[in-house]
Nanobody, 117 residues
Framework: QAHLVESGGGSVEAGQSLTLSCKAP???????????MAWYRQAPGKERELVAT???????NYTDPVKGRFTIPRDNARKTVYLQMNSLKSDDTAVYYC????????WGQGTRVTVSS
């Protein structure tokens, strides 16, 4: 069983929305709940970059290009973190991954988001 399972990607037009999900089935609840979880993305030909984080206390932080458009809620009962993406732009095209902020877990396969303008 994978440590992290991302889903929800797809191909959309600019201005549309998508919600990504990340499940952490192998994390026990007592470890998941206080963990700062994060979404990252890797665009073609670019380095993987941090997009958003959420602490165990649900404090959130976002990289400037997505502020006001993306949100990162979490559901501790489901050991799941989401990335709600609105007003998508072509620059958001990338493979999206989740992990702990410290990147401690093995990476999942990611979920691809393609935004056409």
């Amino acid at each position: 069983q994978a440590h992290l399972v991302e889903s929800g990607g797809g191909s959309v037009e600019a201005g549309q929305s998508l919600t990504l999900s990340c499940k952490a089935p192998r994390m026990i609840t007592s470890t998941f709940n206080p963990a700062t979880m994060a979404w990252y993305r890797q665009a073609p030909g670019k380095e993987r970059e941090l997009v958003a984080t959420i602490t165990g206390g649900r404090d959130t932080n976002y990289t400037d290009p997505v502020k006001g458009r993306f949100t990162i809620p979490r559901d501790n009962a489901r050991k799941t973190v989401y990335l709600q993406m609105n007003s998508l732009k072509s620059d958001d095209t990338a493979v999206y991954y989740c992990n702990r902020e410290d990147r401690e877990l093995p990476w999942g396969q990611g979920t691809r988001v393609t935004v056409s303008s």
